[in-house]
């Protein structure tokens, strides 16, 4: 259609400009219009310096033509010359000042290379030619916003909205602007009539909704909930939401057991369940709540067993078992989610991790060796894979992968701290102080004595060699950074 549109405009400037009388088109004229259509072929299959020469040629012999003009300028936009893009297509604007084409563009290259000015009147006369156009009527309100002119660009949108009424696209642009102007009022007024204007979509009921309880709106976001209640009985987001507004200054432990009916719901997506779960895994691991635990626990139950195909609602029992210490029950989780897709690291990592908490090494060993081959470049799984064989007294395997694991490290100062702590512990298991010593010193340097691996594996180290006091003070500090586990709790007692 364009191509089109072009040989119809070249006619036309022919004829604008044409001497005989009888309109008829001239030999020249059909001979320009065949090399015009060379120069397109030429365009077409990548030959922009056949097409540029032809068109150059004609363009000396034919200055007042647009399209000609206009074609140069679009092979130059290809060749990225900026400056003979916009120069040609300004050209074409002075023989075609009411064409629409050319006019756009023109604007469209003007606020390219930000000469805002100039593309803002053009911008200006094509949302005159054609009112309907989105596109015409983002650049211009695009020009506006640069100016610093935010009504202005609300004013074309407006403008636009009168013609083809209200849309998903031009509301979400008015609604962004109401913002940057600190508008609430009117921006949940523009979300408030998208979601009249489409009453069936509850996509726009629950972005004013979300909206209302952004700005402290409680009691207007819970209309809005129970409305898309009474669209769709099961929506997740509004039964949660009145979920909460019902158990509103009560536990968090009640609010989470009251959703039960919806955990129960087959037909919501497990994702949305455990969306709703994660914040207060979270809150539950920092402050060891274990009322809120205790739910947590019932809940996952209830996510596993309605979604038993599903990893990830087994991944998060592991995450909730760990955070209630339960590690034999986090591994079981664990290993469950993997047996169902093994194409995660964090789980592989998770699972990793609380062998290590129970030293169950010779199951680390197998564990370890799995990860390995699946994720070769994991640092994380060379230092378990290390801690395993290393606990399990084949020290030179031990120390020969987690020299590898240095190398993976690369400039990862955490993974590479954790690596040198690991082979100070291997190096004082194989009966060498003075390099064991060595490279925890390392790790401690590397990690600016913050590393909790590094200062557990000093203080077991310092008891080998007797020193039980030294090694009580490295234990305590490990344990201060966040060193946890229920080995160093054994180790700091006694």
């Not at 001239?26 to 032809?54: C, N, P, S, W, Y």
């Not at 969306?275 to 947590?296: G, S, T």
């Not at 020969?400 to 298991?429: F, H, P, Q, T, W």
């Amino acid at each position: 259609m364009k191509e089109k549109l072009l040989i119809l405009l070249l006619l036309i400037s022919f004829r604008i400009t044409a001497q005989d009388s009888d309109n008829r088109y001239t030999e020249e004229e059909i001979e320009i219009q065949d090399k015009f259509v060379e120069a397109k072929k030429h365009l077409l299959i990548g030959r922009l310096d056949k097409a540029e020469e032809i068109l150059k040629k004609l363009y000396g012999e034919n200055r007042k033509n647009p399209t000609i003009a206009l074609e140069l300028s679009k092979i130059y936009h290809l060749r990225n010359d900026a400056y003979n893009e916009y120069k040609y297509a300004q050209k074409a604007t002075e023989y075609a000042p009411n064409n629409e084409y050319v006019l756009s563009n023109y604007a469209m290259i003007c606020i390219e290379q930000e000469k805002h000015d100039e593309g803002f009147s053009v911008l200006k006369q094509l949302v005159k030619i054609d009112a309907s156009s989105e596109e015409y009527a983002d650049a211009l309100a695009t020009v506006y916003l640069i100016k610093d002119d935010k009504k202005a660009a609300i004013a074309v949108y407006d403008k636009l909205e009168s013609v083809i009424g209200i849309n998903e696209q031009i509301s979400h642009r008015k609604f962004e602007i109401y913002e940057l102007l600190n508008d609430s009022k009117q921006a949940s007024q523009e979300l408030l009539a998208l979601s009249e204007a489409f009453p069936n979509d509850v996509r726009f009921l629950k972005n004013l909704a979300a909206f209302y309880n952004k700005n402290s709106l409680n009691d207007k976001a819970l209309d809005t909930y129970k409305i898309i209640l009474a669209l769709d009985v099961n929506d997740a987001t509004a039964n949660m939401a009145i979920s909460k507004a019902n158990a509103k200054g009560g536990k968090d432990n009640n609010y989470l057991l009251s959703l039960s009916p919806i955990i129960n719901n087959k037909s919501i997506p497990v994702d949305t369940k455990i969306l709703e779960l994660v914040p207060y895994v979270q809150k539950a691991n920092e402050n060891n709540d274990k009322e809120l635990i205790d739910a947590l626990i019932t809940l996952s139950d209830k996510i596993a067993l309605n979604h038993p195909k599903e990893a990830k609602a087994y991944a998060l029992k592991g995450d909730i078992f760990v955070t209630a210490n339960r590690y034999k029950d986090a591994t079981k989780a664990y290993e469950k989610t993997l047996t169902i897709n093994n194409n995660v690291y964090t789980v592989w990592e998770g699972l990793m991790d609380v062998l290590n908490i129970t030293e169950a090494y010779p199951k680390l060993k197998d564990v370890a060796t799995q990860a390995l081959d699946l994720y070769p470049n994991k640092a994380s799984a060379y230092q378990y894979y290390g801690r395993a064989y290393a606990m399990t007294g084949e020290i030179e395997e031990a120390i020969d992968i987690l020299s590898d694991g240095l190398m993976v490290s690369g400039k990862n100062l955490y993974y590479k701290s954790n690596m040198y702590a690991e082979l100070g512990r291997a190096y004082a298991l194989k009966g060498d102080p003075k390099k064991a010593i060595s490279n925890v010193e390392k790790a401690l340097e590397l990690s600016d004595n913050k590393s909790g691996y590094a200062l557990e594996a000093m203080g077991d180290i310092l008891l080998k060699k007797g020193e039980k006091k030294d090694a009580l003070k490295f234990w305590k500090k490990a344990q201060q950074v966040g060193i946890d586990t229920p080995v160093l709790m054994k180790k700091i007692k006694g």
